[in-house]
């Protein structure tokens, strides 16, 4: 049973340009957040999707958007990328409405921007 | 609004020897808690979760935590550090009450512990 994936593992822009990064959900799990961990810091929460819909939002600008598809696999889009986008970034995934169920995590996507 | 503070930044100890990694949380409601680690370079593993059950929560590798609403804390030990264990934790909360849509994890801001030989 594959966990959480995360593609691409490695990755660098230049600032201004777009980056789009993408998850699979461990299977059976219908919800997906993302987060951004910057170095040397504890990751951040910048929105999760459930039923293909944005359910909530971090403190996070809009040049952050996402995706959720149907088969909630999901894409987290970063425009006009900045210098302090880079950090590395989260896909957690989970099933259903109880707050007590296990949240997994897959590796991330480094993002550097230069 | 809820919000975990990680008490120590770096703990250092040496193989074979306890470990100890403290937690405070803060939450408007009975919160779900967990600890999560990660090693350099790679993503977040769960090693154990607090859900209202029982207190004293067992997890992988030998950690255990346990959850004192009285002092809002959830402590990380192990009896008995090994050189794998070197990595940053964090302790983690949300809030149980939250439906799947609404529940987002807030992360303390991590302790990176390091086992000497």
């Known amino acids: 049973d594959a966990g959480v994936t995360q593609s691409p593992t490695h990755l660098i822009k230049t600032r201004g340009q777009q980056v789009t990064l993408r998850c699979s959900p461990k299977?059976?799990?219908?919800?997906v957040s993302w987060y951004q961990q910057a170095l040397g810091q504890g990751p951040q929460f910048i929105f999760q999707?459930?039923?293909?819909?944005?359910?909530q939002r971090g403190n996070f600008p809009d040049r952050f958007s996402g995706h959720q598809f149907p088969n909630y696999s999901s894409e987290l889009n970063v425009n006009a990328l900045l210098l302090g986008d880079s950090a590395l970034y989260l896909c957690?995934?989970?099933?259903?409405?109880?707050?007590?169920?296990?949240?997994?995590f897959g590796e991330g996507s480094w993002l550097t921007v230069v | 609004a809820q919000s975990v503070t990680q008490l120590d930044s770096h703990v250092s100890v040496s193989e074979g020897t306890p470990v100890l990694l403290r937690c405070n949380y803060s939450?408007?409601?009975?919160?779900?808690l967990f600890w999560y680690v990660q090693h350099p370079n790679k993503g977040l593993q769960l090693l154990l979760k607090?859900?209202?059950?029982?207190?004293l929560v067992k997890g992988i590798n030998g950690f255990e935590a346990e959850f004192k609403k009285s002092e809002t804390s959830f402590h990380l030990t192990k009896p008995s550090a090994h050189m794998s264990d070197a990595a940053e934790y964090f302790c983690?909360?949300?809030?149980?009450?939250?439906?799947?849509?609404?529940?987002?994890?807030?992360f303390g801001s991590g302790t990176q512990l390091t086992v000497l030989p």
């Open positions: 957690a995934s989970s099933f259903g409405t109880s707050g007590g169920n296990t949240i997994y």
């Open positions: 299977s059976g799990h219908d919800t």
């Open positions: 999707y459930y039923e293909e819909e944005e359910r």
């Open positions: 939450s408007s409601y009975s919160p779900s």
């Open positions: 607090y859900t209202s059950a029982a207190t």
């Open positions: 983690v909360v949300s809030d149980p009450r939250a439906s799947g849509s609404a529940r987002q994890l807030t």
